[in-house]
């Protein structure tokens, strides 16, 4: 019998204000499929036990922008990912760099807004990058989100967006510590989740996150 990768998904219903955590989680869970066990929570304490608890990963897709997480939350999962884990933020889940600057050293940027929600295309970056293996061009109805990147945090661009005659940064990646974080920018509703490219972007991103697929 496979053993599957222990994942553990980190969201809000009760206390979302712009993306509740149950219709990404069912589009994760069918992402994940027959290779990683989805655990998903509303739970922040999870985040310190995560060693404990046999996770290789954690997937945010945390609505806490008017929140910030306890000191015992943040640097247990800034440790967790420095010693070797893996950290996937989807959307709104770049709102626990709103939290703390380390967890947004971590990400790698801040959201700074974004305009009206719209048709996006989106655009792969690189040709020969492991996580872009399958991923062509798509286009989502979506939120344009900006952002303000650490100048300390180096980070590997993977997909970038169209909008009004410029494209803008819409995927990255890079190690932290012995760690590893991926950013994916659509995400906003179910229906972000289901062109094919971007599923295949997001499993490619699950694996390499678990360290399943490690870059060289």
């Given at each position: 019998?496979?053993?599957?990768?222990?994942?553990?998904?980190?969201?809000?219903?009760?206390?979302?204000?712009?993306?509740?955590?149950?219709?990404?989680?069912?589009?994760?869970?069918?992402?994940?499929?027959?290779?990683?066990?989805?655990?998903?929570?509303?739970d922040?304490?999870?985040?310190?036990?995560l060693?404990?608890?046999?996770?290789?990963?954690?997937i945010?897709?945390?609505d806490?922008?008017?929140?910030k997480?306890?000191?015992?939350?943040?640097?247990?999962?800034?440790?967790?990912?420095?010693?070797?884990?893996?950290?996937l933020?989807?959307?709104?889940?770049?709102?626990?760099?709103?939290?703390?600057?380390?967890?947004?050293?971590?990400?790698?940027?801040?959201?700074?807004?974004?305009?009206?929600?719209?048709?996006?295309?989106?655009?792969?970056?690189?040709?020969?990058?492991?996580?872009?293996?399958?991923?062509?061009a798509?286009?989502?109805?979506?939120?344009?989100?900006?952002?303000?990147?650490?100048?300390?945090?180096?980070?590997?661009?993977?997909?970038e967006?169209?909008?009004?005659?410029?494209?803008?940064?819409?995927?990255?990646?890079?190690?932290?510590?012995?760690?590893?974080?991926?950013?994916?920018?659509?995400?906003?509703?179910?229906?972000?989740?289901?062109?094919?490219?971007?599923?295949?972007?997001?499993?490619?991103?699950?694996?390499?996150?678990?360290?399943?697929?490690?870059?060289?």
């Amino acid at each position: 019998m496979t053993t599957l990768t222990k994942l553990l998904l980190i969201g809000d219903n009760v206390r979302s204000a712009w993306h509740p955590l149950e219709p990404a989680r069912q589009q994760l869970e069918e992402i994940a499929a027959d290779e990683f066990e989805l655990v998903s929570t509303e739970d922040y304490e999870a985040l310190t036990t995560l060693d404990q608890d046999g996770y290789s990963a954690v997937i945010s897709y945390a609505d806490c922008f008017d929140r910030k997480l306890a000191p015992e939350q943040i640097g247990r999962l800034l440790r967790f990912v420095a010693g070797g884990g893996g950290l996937l933020v989807i959307h709104n889940g770049i709102s626990l760099g709103r939290t703390s600057h380390e967890l947004a050293g971590l990400i790698g940027a801040r959201f700074t807004g974004h305009p009206p929600y719209q048709p996006l295309t989106y655009h792969p970056m690189q040709v020969d990058h492991p996580l872009l293996e399958g991923v062509q061009a798509f286009t989502v109805d979506e939120e344009p989100y900006m952002f303000e990147f650490d100048a300390l945090s180096p980070r590997n661009l993977l997909l970038e967006y169209e909008f009004e005659g410029s494209r803008y940064p819409a995927g990255w990646e890079h190690r932290y510590g012995l760690g590893r974080l991926v950013y994916l920018q659509p995400g906003h509703c179910a229906p972000s989740f289901l062109p094919d490219s971007y599923r295949q972007l997001i499993r490619n991103s699950m694996r390499w996150a678990a360290a399943r697929n490690p870059l060289p």
